[in-house]
């Protein structure tokens, strides 16, 4: 109960799956609140930008609801961020589902569909182990972890960013960080344990006790 005053905003844009991300921090104790206005979003401890659908689509709804901006300036300001699934995706350069669309940038590379290979389904749904490097986010989560992944298009950083890689098909960036930025090609929510530990350790972040 000592994190229940911790405020992490989760942006409503109508993408699906928020509510399953918020049952997963208050789970955790944390106050998760579904946000969409420029001073609820800064006023929290930490953003957690959860995304299910189509690259170009979640980018035309956040900009509709008024929050793409404000977004880089939770960025700027460095309060811990974290992007989930698409919301990962949304911090690359470009996409190319339906069309290309620019991304926020934040990371240098792109998200393209997966080929086709024989024996091999798109979209890749299901559990995959993960390749991690040490960071805060993964703080007692060893590499090789397992988590849920659901998606048909997958980013490769070409910065240094990287932080977790998967392989299906082609290996892909699963995790990046720059700063206070994180973004997981992966459901936490849905992880389980693994799932909630990350998402623990990133509320540690924005309480200042990781």
């Known amino acids: 109960m000592e994190h ?3 405020k992490i905003a ?8 928020v509510r399953s991300v918020c049952k997963a921090l208050e789970f955790l ?3 998760a609140v579904l946000v969409n206005s420029r001073s609820e979003i800064l006023g929290a401890d930490g953003v957690v930008l959860p995304g299910v659908g189509a690259f170009g689509d979640c980018a035309f709804k956040l900009k509709k609801h ?3 901006d404000v977004v880089f300036e939770v960025v700027e300001k460095d ?9 990962h995706q949304l911090l690359f350069e470009r996409g190319y589902e339906f069309g290309e669309h620019a991304g926020f940038g934040f990371i240098r590379g792109e998200v393209k569909r997966f080929p086709s290979k024989r024996g ?3 979209p890749h749904m299901g559990w995959n182990s993960i390749d991690i490097e040490e960071n805060r986010l993964f703080k007692g989560i060893e590499s090789g972890s397992y ?7 997958f980013g490769r950083s070409e910065d240094g960013s990287e932080i977790a890689r998967c392989n ?20 936490p929510e849905k992880s389980q344990k693994k799932g909630l530990k990350l998402l623990d350790n990133f509320c540690k972040v924005c309480e200042g006790d990781l």
């Open 29 to 31: 104790g944390r106050t």
């Open 147 to 153: 988590f849920y992944f659901v998606h048909s298009y």
């Open 120 to 122: 091999f389904k798109v």
């Open 66 to 68: 008024g929050v793409w």
């Open 10 to 17: 989760v942006i409503d844009y109508e993408s699906g799956n």
């Open 168 to 187: 299906y098909i082609v290996d892909f960036t699963a995790a990046v960080n720059k700063g206070n930025l994180w973004g997981v090609q992966f459901h």
């Open 79 to 87: 309060k811990p961020f974290l992007g989930i699934c698409v919301g």
């Open 4 to 6: 229940k005053k911790t």
